[in-house]
Structures are given as structure tokens and as C-alpha cells.
Nanobody, 123 residues
């Protein structure tokens, strides 16, 4: 599975951004998909995840109510709609795929990764 993330940028606090992650490769639509983020000098943290059919979604407490994860399997694309952005959301955002039916909050449980896209939120 190959993943290509896009959509990052520089925005002001309170603005919105939508990240996309294009997936290719055999069986890519059957994977759990997730978004993680990593700020300089910090660990790679869970942001959100979604089951293969979009039936269940999971969020970190810090983004619940502001971010929405979704996927379009017909387009092999994962999305992360980010609203009410805060400076503490600044990080490189990575999409990831886990060849399983159960979501994991640990980045170590995801086998495939996109290259990351920078999100910078100014105050």
C-alpha cells in the first residue's frame, strides 16, 4: 500500500484545513486508516482513525469535536477535516494504514505510512 498525504499549510488560529491521503495498492480499501501527528522534539501521536467501511471513527481527546476523519473507498482517499485550529495543532501530519479490522491508537501498529504534510497554525 502506498500513501500520499496532501493539504497542509500555514493558517491562523480558528481557521480550517482539509488533509487528504491518496491510497494505492492491492487491498488498500480494506485497511483501518489513521492520522497521526508529530511536532518537533515530540513523539508521533494519534489523532484519528477510521474502520475500513467508515462505520466507526476514533479521536484523540485533544481534537474531538474539531476534527472529522472520513474516507471514500471508491476514490481510495482518506480525509481529515480540521476546524477551529489552534497553535498547538502545529505538526507534521501523517496518514497511515493498518491491515486489520481493529483500530489501534499506537503508531507502531500501522504498517504503511505517507510522507507527511506540514500544518502550521499561527496565533
Amino acid at each position: 500500500v502506498q500513501l500520499q498525504a496532501s493539504g497542509g499549510g500555514l493558517v491562523q488560529a480558528g481557521d480550517s484545513l482539509r488533509l487528504s491521503c491518496a491510497a494505492s495498492g492491492r487491498g488498500s480499501s480494506r485497511n483501518v486508516m489513521g492520522w497521526f501527528r508529530q511536532a518537533p522534539g515530540k513523539t508521533r501521536d494519534f489523532v484519528a482513525a477510521i474502520t475500513w467501511n467508515g462505520g466507526s471513527t476514533y479521536y484523540a481527546d485533544s481534537v474531538r469535536g474539531r476534527f472529522t476523519i472520513s474516507r471514500d473507498n471508491a476514490k481510495n482517499t482518506l480525509y481529515l477535516q480540521m476546524n477551529s485550529l489552534k497553535p498547538e495543532d502545529t505538526a507534521v501530519y501523517y496518514c497511515a494504514a493498518r491491515p486489520a479490522t481493529v483500530v489501534s491508537y499506537s503508531h507502531r501498529q500501522y504498517s504503511f505510512w505517507g510522507q507527511g504534510t506540514q500544518v502550521t497554525v499561527s496565533s
